[in-house]
């Protein structure tokens, strides 16, 4: 009887530490960032755009979430409409960050038309559990007013659709700094991308550390 009750108590030890490490240990949380050139490091060295610097900022804060760059130079809503499921499938992350439309916009396609897009984007990513993070961005006046500022309320009509955050305008001070620039005038030169990550990363913390 003795025998039997110390293994049992053993046994029980044993199950009761097992599920105390389990709990005391989680996966960090998965970050997917889906956009175009201005996410996927155009032009630059590897590792100084704005998402490797999002990356380094988590270590040094000591934030449980690890990134996945899925941006590809030229992707516009559509192609990442048509991306994200596998992408979703593959690394599950429990935070998308969707950054794009400047493609679309810089191709003059329909407003309604990159907002549909991201619409889907959103729900498919909300149908596998993850949440939606927004960044915005704005076309060069030299589109048309009325456009450009069509393509610009886009992302704040969109995000109180869906309940998500949004970063209004990744380049809220770099657009009006050419030197910013590298010679094509489009993409930011790296000493650009902490300004763009300090727009970014307040939104990007306060939605990581929500429950």
Avoid at 33 to 44: H, P
Avoid at 113 to 139: C, E, P
Avoid at 149 to 176: H, S, W
């Amino acid at each position: 009887m003795t025998l039997r009750f110390n293994g049992w108590l053993a046994l029980t030890l044993l199950a009761i530490l097992a599920g105390i490490s389990g709990s005391a240990y989680s996966a960090p949380k998965t970050v997917l960032v889906l956009g175009d050139s201005l996410s996927a490091e155009y032009g630059l060295a590897r590792g100084t755009g704005w998402v490797a610097l999002a990356e380094e900022k988590l270590r040094t804060q000591k934030i449980d979430a690890a990134i996945v760059n899925a941006s590809v130079s030229g992707e516009t809503t559509s192609g990442g409409r048509s991306r994200l499921p596998a992408l979703l499938e593959k690394y599950k992350p429990a935070l998308v960050v969707i950054e794009l439309g400047a493609n679309d916009g810089l191709r003059g396609l329909p407003v309604a038309a990159a907002q549909a897009n991201l619409q889907a984007m959103a729900d498919a990513a909300k149908h596998s559990n993850a949440r939606v993070m927004l960044v915005g961005m704005r076309m060069p006046p030299n589109y048309g007013r009325d456009y450009a500022d069509k393509f610009y309320a886009m992302y704040g009509t969109l995000a109180k659709q869906i309940n998500a955050p949004l970063v209004p305008f990744m380049l809220e001070g770099v657009a009006d700094k050419p030197e910013l620039f590298q010679p094509d005038r489009l993409h930011p030169v790296a000493s650009a991308h902490p300004v763009i990550l300090a727009n970014i990363w307040p939104t990007l913390q306060k939605t990581l550390k929500a429950k």
